[in-house]
């Protein structure tokens, strides 16, 4: 499904809409270049789910925990891993495995770890500075 994001006004619509077409799906994963909007959208999404912790890039680490009404959601950044092994070593399977939502930027890095199912949102500037947000159950 095809989401247009003229404002960041939009996207607590969008993230509303990005849970309910994932149904039972927990795991998103995130594709879009260098600030397309990816940890601005998860964010978004950790609103709708009840988050009220502070919801940041996962810098200093490559996986963030926030607590919601629902359990833990992680929010992982894949961007800085140098090889999967490093995503083996934090015990990624964990975490993918765990029922719990996880959230995961630059899923790239480590594309022979990804499960079979997940939803992919994928995040494109367009003209105007607006956004078309596509998230497909695969
Ligand atoms: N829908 C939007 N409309 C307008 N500005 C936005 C939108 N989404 C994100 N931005 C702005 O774009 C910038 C980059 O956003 P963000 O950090 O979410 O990108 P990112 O895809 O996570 O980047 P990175 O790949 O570096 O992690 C931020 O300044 C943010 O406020
Ligand atoms: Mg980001």
Request: hydrophobic share 40%.
């Amino acid at each position: 499904m095809d989401f247009k994001v003229s404002s960041p006004a939009d996207l607590a619509h969008v993230a509303s809409g990005v849970l309910q077409l994932a149904e039972q799906e927990k795991v998103f994963l995130f594709y879009g270049d260098m600030g397309a909007g990816k940890t601005t959208f998860i964010k978004h999404l950790c609103s709708v789910l009840g988050v009220t912790d502070a919801t940041s890039s996962p810098t200093f680490s490559i996986v963030n925990e926030y607590n919601s009404p629902q359990g833990s959601i992680f929010h992982f950044d894949f961007y800085r891993l140098k090889q999967e092994s490093e995503a083996l070593d934090m015990g990624y399977e964990d975490y993918f495995y765990s029922g719990n939502y996880c959230f995961i930027e630059w899923p790239e890095k480590v594309s022979n770890l990804l499960p079979e199912k997940f939803v992919k949102v994928e995040i494109q500037l367009t003209e105007n500075f607006e956004r078309l947000i596509s998230a497909n159950k695969i």
